[in-house]
């Protein structure tokens, strides 16, 4: 029955198809990609496709120069550090007492409907910042790790997986006099090894790419994190402020928008993420489907 | 008993969030005792011993004896080029504050440009201002000075100003002070709007050579001019990349110095876009919705449809992307204050050529533009600080060896200049800037003398980075070596300083006053509904989206959506002058 | 007994122990300045604070309702996203499909790797990227161009600035939307499919008749969970992507209370509306949990 079949024309549909769909998803990478290794007329004049013109590696040479980028780059790479470490030790805390039956843990249901609803309130940016600065932690990386501290989804993903781990390992255990800290170390950490692989990629996706906070709370330039960086040089200039600018700061901010420039950083800053995402990419299939479908 | 509970978690929660209130209240009356303890204590310094150390301190250069400490907001700059050592919290500039001043500058907080406003709002939410803060927005100007935030510079302004402030406001007439004063107490500073900052036209001379063109004066000609780049393509762009008139990706029509602006188009037809003017009975309106304002539009959708305008400009991301093409030498033309060449375009063509027009000019052969807004970017005292005065001495220290005048400290800071370290990354009120209202024809004059005669004039305020400007132009004239470093920064010397800088103030200029620069009561309420449906007016007609016809539906809707309102108001604050 | 209850005490507090710091910071960071709402009721003036500005009572609230941009925002916001759940379901359910047919792994390993990947990218670097393949001699236009169509400003016109913005989230999440189709495929019996082969089922009716049916409570079951978005356009997209220009057509719920509220400081207005979308997706996700447990039997807790 295994025998090889013959490749019919509904294979070849499917596979192109499938291709089509993988290309789609490719296409505006290699487009900045060409774009970052082009020279700034054919850029500027959209004449890049998926092929450098005039190739060049001007942009890059410029990040090279520019020790912003760098500061920022390794704001980023030490904020998703703590900030990842911080989310999965709390994520893995709430979410093992979460995943016990009601009858096990009487007051999991308080718990839970505080959480649910923390998910869809929020007090508006006015509080926050107060708060944040009451806290002291205003232009600390602290700042913008702190307050998104607990990632609720990721808690409920994680408690769901943890839902699947059968019964009779936990008992096993406790006969042998574990405690529930013990249990949770031993026995389900390392069932959960998929879960726990899917979050980190999450956490890390999830501190790389966040801009706004930064914009917020962030009081100086070289504690800016990369993405809302590159996010202040997009920005287009209102012409009051341009009207109050010098000569010189006009070329500076003009010199900074240039395509090329900007595509070569929007490609170093995707370098983390396309180097890091392969490996945890097997996981994490499992992952979600375990802790969001369950039975 | 639940409910209680409930109640008391409910409270929590303002408690925390009121703590700051209550803290900043009990601050501020912290820091008046401190004030009170400071004045008796300088009190008894007069008294005794100190009568002329007391009054040193009380010049504009006078030396702290006892360190102070002043926290600044500023506006964060994006690209500062640092060097080791340098940085906006720790530099020359600020060991030169300390060194001579005794202060020492603190920075609170940094925002970028379009942030800080919102920052500022956010901090002054929290209840927490800086000892001095950088404003960019008149109206929160406004607001924190009725509600008592801000300390009252008169007294201050009259003692500690040095002379070279006194000698540049002098020059604005008192104009820019003006609004800054409320009940006759002056409550911020405000950075030089300097002069001639209208746009002019830029074109490419060489393309005008090759094709043998006449610099174009009068619409007509402007169009001939940029309908012969555009069919010819004398820069070899290939055919159908030449740009006529390269024009502004969102704001195409704005206010005053807009590089890439089309305005000059419009005040050729007596029509000032986006400012409250004046009829010959008095009644104010606003400019964008005058009857004339639709023969502009026409002349524009005409353009774009001919293709003399840059069919794509909307697509440009703000005005980024406009300069770089005009710096790869793809644009024949574009509307741009004196400053509007980049050394970029230079770098990309060492062989390019610019000239400058006084174009188009209205029905009498003058070329209308704007004024510029008395006011721009202010400094203020929180009222909070114990030391209002350290504001006008670290501003006093920054323009001495800025302009050269104490010309040890320049020695020191200059070096750093030079090697691109912005200035307002390391200058602590950021942006802040003093200037004589006439700089940049005086400039201009200068530059001319030594490019043409090789002797370089000036008068006592002929500063060390007038000449500086000036020798630029001149190497330029003389012939640079493209390979010099220094060479693109020369081009825009000479293009900016000598070429475009002396047109600015010929017989044919004609300045037209606003009568109202600022915002009113409903401003914050009303104008951002407003402006978003004027930009999109002038974007729709000019693409063809929409037609000509749809200028008079933008009027009646700007009134209905709460233009008559502001309109009132304007009238009402006009007639109150 | 006595000694299991005790036993049952002790671990509760283990329980209790191991919630606390995350509670604590859940406590601080989101309970905290849920106090701040109170500034939807005032008239807020920064200057004054919290405590010594003026209650308004609903004030904020009615003004909502008589804004004509509220209804034009809410349209937008409503558009906007029902358009990327509804598209973007179907195209993660067609993709899964495609993926389950295909025979070759290597293939299929390959394409969903490049279909995640988008997911993973930020809007920030997403936008710069739109805006280089949409602008006006950007490789679409250009494409479409081949098919003889008139080139298109895509993200400053109004006409096409909504069907972008779900395209563009469609594109970045449908393949990362598949993988709980996909994973529910992999549970189908392999027998269903050979017994309709046997009974001389073609591709079409095995796709139809079984793979369908088998994921049907998935498909349901996401339906359901994504009503608790329809509030949710997608401030990060939006953000990054708008312009003055499209306003009127892409101005969401989420970028109306930052511009408003932010940067015109109308604070309490622009908490009014935030609240006023808080409430609305609360009824909405509970709702729909209620709805999932119902017809899916599907409980999060």
């Given at each position: 029955?295994?025998?090889?079949?013959?490749?019919?024309?509904?294979?070849?549909?499917?596979?192109?198809?499938?291709?089509?769909?993988?290309?789609?998803?490719?296409?505006?990478?290699?487009?900045?990609?060409?774009?970052?290794?082009?020279?700034?007329?054919?850029?500027?004049?959209?004449?890049?496709?998926?092929?450098?013109?005039?190739?060049?590696?001007?942009?890059?040479?410029?990040?090279?120069?520019?020790?912003?980028?760098?500061?920022?780059?390794?704001?980023?790479?030490?904020?998703?550090?703590?900030?990842?470490?911080?989310?999965?030790?709390?994520?893995?805390?709430?979410?093992?007492?979460?995943?016990?039956?009601?009858?096990?843990?009487?007051?999991?249901?308080?718990?839970?409907?505080?959480?649910?609803?923390?998910?869809?309130?929020?007090?508006?940016?006015?509080?926050?910042?107060?708060?944040?600065?009451?806290?002291?932690?205003?232009?600390?990386?602290?700042?913008?790790?702190?307050?998104?501290?607990?990632?609720?989804?990721?808690?409920?993903?994680?408690?769901?997986?943890?839902?699947?781990?059968?019964?009779?390992?936990?008992?096993?255990?406790?006969?042998?006099?574990a405690n529930p800290l013990q249990i949770l170390i031993k026995v389900f950490l390392p069932m959960s090894k998929a879960a726990l692989a899917t979050i980190t990629l999450f956490c890390i996706v999830n501190h790389w790419n966040a801009f706004f906070d930064g914009k917020i709370y962030i009081n100086s330039l070289e504690k800016l994190p990369l993405q809302t960086y590159i996010q202040s040089l997009v920005v287009d200039l209102n012409p009051e402020q341009m009207a109050s600018m010098t000569p010189e700061q006009m070329s500076e901010q003009m010199q900074l928008s240039s395509l090329t420039f900007n595509s070569a950083k929007v490609v170093v800053s995707m370098l983390p993420i396309l180097l890091i995402y392969p490996f945890l990419q097997k996981y994490f299939v499992t992952g979600i489907v375990m802790g969001a479908v369950k039975e | 008993m639940k409910l209680k509970r409930i109640a008391a978690l409910l409270l929590v929660p303002c408690v925390i969030l009121g703590g700051c209130q209550s803290a900043a209240v009990s601050d501020e009356t912290e820091n008046a005792d401190n004030r009170q303890a400071e004045e008796t204590e300088t009190g008894t310094q007069q008294d005794g011993e100190g009568q002329a150390e007391a009054d040193s301190a009380a010049s504009p250069k006078g030396r702290y004896e006892e360190p102070v400490e002043v926290s600044i907001s500023k506006v964060m700059v994006t690209n500062p080029h640092l060097i080791e050592g340098q940085s906006p919290s720790d530099n020359v500039v600020l060991d030169l504050i300390k060194e001579d001043l005794n202060i020492d500058v603190k920075i609170a907080w940094e925002a970028e440009s379009s942030e800080y406003n919102n920052k500022l709002s956010l901090n002054i939410a929290s209840g927490d201002l800086p000892d001095i803060m950088y404003i960019t927005n008149y109206l929160t100007f406004r607001e924190m000075a009725d509600n008592d935030m801000l300390a009252d510079l008169t007294d201050i302004y009259e003692t500690y100003a040095g002379d070279y402030m006194k000698q540049t406001y002098a020059t604005f007439g008192g104009r820019n002070?003006?609004?800054?004063?409320?009940?006759?107490?002056?409550?911020?500073?405000?950075?030089?709007?300097?002069?001639?900052?209208?746009?002019?036209?830029?074109?490419?001379?060489?393309?005008?050579?090759?094709?043998?063109?006449?610099?174009?004066?009068?619409?007509?000609?402007?169009?001939?001019?940029?309908?012969?780049?555009?069919?010819?393509?004398?820069?070899?762009?290939?055919?159908?990349?030449?740009?006529?008139?390269?024009?502004?990706?969102?704001?195409?029509?704005?206010?005053?110095?807009?590089?890439?602006?089309?305005?000059?188009?419009?005040?050729?037809?007596?029509?000032y876009p986006t400012q409250w003017m004046k009829d010959d009975a008095g009644n104010v309106y606003y400019g964008s919705i005058a009857p004339e304002m639709k023969e502009g539009l026409e002349i524009l959708h005409d353009m774009y449809e001919e293709g003399l305008i840059d069919r794509q400009f909307v697509t440009r991301v703000g005005s980024g992307e406009t300069d770089a093409i005009v710096d790869s030498g793809l644009a024949g033309a574009w509307f741009a204050p004196w400053w509007g060449q980049s050394g970029d375009s230079y770098i990309n063509n060492p062989d390019i050529e610019l000239t400058v027009s006084n174009a188009p000019l209205d029905g009498e052969g003058k070329f209308n533009h704007l004024l510029p807004s008395p006011t721009a970017d202010l400094v203020a005292v929180s009222k909070d600080c114990p030391n209002p005065e350290a504001l006008l001495k670290i501003i006093n220290e920054e323009y001495d060896i800025y302009r050269g005048i104490d010309a040890e400290g320049m020695a020191k800071v200059q070096p750093i200049f030079d090697q691109g370290v912005s200035r307002e990354a390391l200058f602590p009120t950021g942006g802040f800037n003093l200037d004589y209202y006439d700089v940049v024809p005086k400039l201009g004059k200068l530059c001319k003398n030594l490019v043409e005669t090789g002797v370089m004039g000036g008068d006592e305020t002929t500063t060390e980075y007038d000449r500086w400007k000036a020798e630029g132009a001149k190497r330029y004239a003389d012939g640079i070596d493209p390979s010099d470093p220094n060479a693109p920064n020369t081009f825009r010397d000479y293009y900016g300083r000598y070429v475009g800088s002396n047109i600015l103030d010929t017989p044919e200029n004609n300045p037209v006053d606003a009568a109202y620069y600022y915002t009113t009561e409903s401003s914050d309420r009303l104008k951002p509904t407003l402006d978003k449906l004027e930009e999109q007016m002038y974007l729709q007609i000019i693409t063809g989206e929409k037609p000509l016809e749809y200028f008079d539906e933008f009027v009646e809707q700007w009134k209905k959506l709460g233009g008559d309102v502001l309109t009132q108001e304007v009238q009402v604050m006009v007639d109150g002058q | 007994m006595g000694n299991k209850y005790k036993k049952r005490n002790v671990t509760e507090r283990y329980y209790h122990l191991m919630l606390l710091p995350g509670m604590a910071f859940l406590f601080l960071f989101h309970i905290v300045p849920l106090g701040g709402v109170v500034i939807a009721f005032q008239n807020f003036k920064p200057v004054k604070g919290i405590f010594g500005s003026q209650f308004v009572g609903l004030d904020n609230f009615r003004r909502l309702f008589y804004l004509p941009d509220f209804w034009q925002i809410l349209e937008n916001t409503l558009l906007i996203a029902v358009g990327k759940i509804g598209m973007g379901m179907l195209m993660a359910v067609v993709f899964a499909v495609l993926l389950n047919e295909c025979r070759s792994t290597v293939l299929k390993r390959l394409v969903q790797t490049s279909v995640y990947l988008p997911h993973f990218l930020s809007w920030v670097i997403l936008a710069v990227m739109f805006s280089n393949l949409l602008s006006y001699g950007g490789v679409v236009n250009r494409f479409l161009g081949l098919f003889g169509m008139e080139p298109q400003m895509f993200l400053v016109s109004n006409k096409w600035f909504r069907s972008i913005a779900v395209l563009g989230d469609v594109w970045k999440e449908f393949g990362y939307n598949a993988v709980v189709y996909v994973a529910a495929m992999t549970s189908i019996d392999p027998g269903l499919y050979e017994a309709a082969k046997i009974d001389g089922a073609n591709r079409w009716d095995r796709i139809w008749h079984i793979t369908i049916p088998s994921i049907l409570p998935t498909i349901i079951l996401m339906m359901t969970l994504n009503m608790g978005q329809i509030m949710n356009a997608g401030f990060d997209e939006i953000f990054n992507l708008y312009s003055p220009l499209v306003y009127e057509t892409g101005d969401i719920i989420d970028t109306y209370v930052y511009r408003v509220g932010l940067t015109n400081m109308q604070y309490s207005f622009g908490t009014a509306v935030g609240l006023f979308k808080s409430v609305i997706s609360f009824i909405l996700l509970a709702g729909s949990y209620k709805l999932a447990d119902k017809f899916a039997g599907y409980r999060i807790f």
């Open positions: 029955m295994k025998k090889k079949r013959k490749i019919s024309t509904a294979d070849i549909l499917i596979a192109f198809l499938l291709i089509v769909c993988g290309l789609m998803c490719l296409i505006p990478i290699l487009n900045t990609v060409a774009i970052s290794f082009s020279d700034k007329t054919s850029a500027a004049m959209g004449r890049v496709g998926l092929w450098p013109i005039n190739f060049n590696v001007a942009g890059y040479r410029a990040i090279l120069e520019e020790k912003q980028f760098f500061h920022s780059f390794f704001v980023s790479v030490r904020r998703v550090a703590a900030g990842t470490a911080l989310n999965m030790t709390l994520t893995i805390l709430m979410a093992y007492p979460l995943s016990k039956e009601p009858g096990k843990f009487r007051a999991k249901k308080y718990y839970m409907w505080i959480v649910i609803f923390l998910m869809m309130f929020n007090g508006g940016i006015v509080p926050n910042f107060i708060l944040v600065k009451n806290l002291n932690l205003m232009d600390t990386i602290w700042a913008l790790i702190l307050p998104g501290a607990v990632p609720v989804f990721n808690v409920i993903l994680l408690m769901n997986f943890f839902k699947g781990i059968p019964d009779s390992l936990e008992e096993a255990a406790v006969i042998d006099g | 002070l003006e609004p800054l004063t409320i009940d006759g107490k002056l409550y911020a500073l405000s950075t030089a709007n300097i002069g001639y900052g209208h746009n002019i036209l830029w074109l490419r001379k060489d393309w005008l050579d090759k094709l043998g063109l006449e610099v174009p004066s009068t619409m007509e000609e402007l169009k001939h001019v940029l309908r012969e780049f555009v069919e010819k393509d004398p820069g070899g762009n290939g055919p159908g990349n030449t740009i006529g008139l390269a024009i502004h990706a969102t704001k195409p029509v704005a206010g005053y110095g807009n590089k890439f602006g089309v305005e000059p188009i419009f005040h050729s037809l007596g029509v | -």
